[in-house]
T-cell receptor
Framework: DTGVSQDPRHKITKRGQNVTFRCDPI?????LYWYRQTLGQGPEFLTY????????KSRLLSDRFSAERPKGSFSTLEIQRTEQGDSAMYLC??????????????FGQGTRLTVV | AQSVSQHNHHVILSEAASLELGCNYS??????LFWYVQYPGQHLQLLLK??????LVKGIKGFEAEFIKSKFSFNLRKPSVQWSDTAEYFC?????????????FGTGTRLKVLA
């Protein structure tokens, strides 16, 4: 299966620690997205890349969050000085852009973060 | 702000009942529309999508959706649900006048089908 892969699947961390998540998109996909999902809510947009360029970042995203996609392939999402409110499922998705921008996103299994 | 509304948060149906889940969006301009499903313990999967053309689109597992531009709606339907359709359903949109490629999701509808 060459779907979107996320690592780790689960992460428990103490408040104040830094965490980093990795996402490997479908290999030919040039767009990569990060979302956050909490119980009873839909996925909330965090940021997205086209190749290595970060094109949009949610205004809800604090400066403790940073994402990179250095070579236009895998991406990392880092959360510094974690807070209990950061506990959520972090989802990665990828898509293949077309001239019209119409494409579906393929999602990974997610990384469940618990901050204690 | 661009938004997607799903008015049914929880739906309980018996097997063989018909299903319609509402989705409304607040975008202007040309949009792309999606329905995703999340089965218990699994990742989000695409059910169906609308980019252009026939406003009635058919997806996997017998689902269909109708795009009504004048109502800014993209409701999901299935004539006869099965127990295996128990899942959470999310409507999503991208595009619009700003041409954004990010996907905006609704809050989801949790469907439970009773055997």
């Amino acid at each position: 299966d060459t779907g979107v892969s996320q690592d780790p699947r689960h992460k428990i961390t103490k408040r104040g620690q830094n965490v980093t998540f990795r996402c490997d998109p479908i290999s030919e996909h040039n767009r990569l997205y990060w979302y956050r999902q909490t119980l009873g809510q839909g996925p909330e947009f965090l940021t997205y890349f086209q190749n290595e360029a970060q094109l949009e970042k949610s205004r809800l995203l604090s400066d403790r969050f940073s994402a990179e996609r250095p070579k236009g392939s895998f991406s990392t999402l880092e959360i510094q000085r974690t807070e209990q409110g950061d506990s959520a499922m972090y989802l990665c998705a990828s898509s293949l852009s077309t001239g019209t921008g119409s494409a579906e996103a393929f999602f990974g299994q997610g990384t469940r973060l618990t901050v204690v | 702000a661009q938004s997607v509304s799903q008015h049914n948060h929880h739906v309980i149906l018996s097997e063989a009942a018909s299903l319609e889940l509402g989705c409304n969006y607040s975008y202007g301009g040309t949009v792309n529309l999606f329905w995703y499903v999340q089965y218990p313990g699994q990742h989000l999967q695409l059910l169906l999508k609308y980019f252009s053309g026939d406003p009635l689109v058919k997806g996997i597992k017998g689902f269909e959706a109708e795009f009504i531009k004048s109502k800014f709606s993209f409701n999901l339907r299935k004539p006869s649900v099965q127990w295996s359709d128990t899942a959470e359903y999310f409507c999503a949109v991208n595009g619009g006048v700003s041409g954004t490629y990010k996907y905006i999701f609704g809050t989801g509808t949790r469907l439970k089908v009773l055997a």
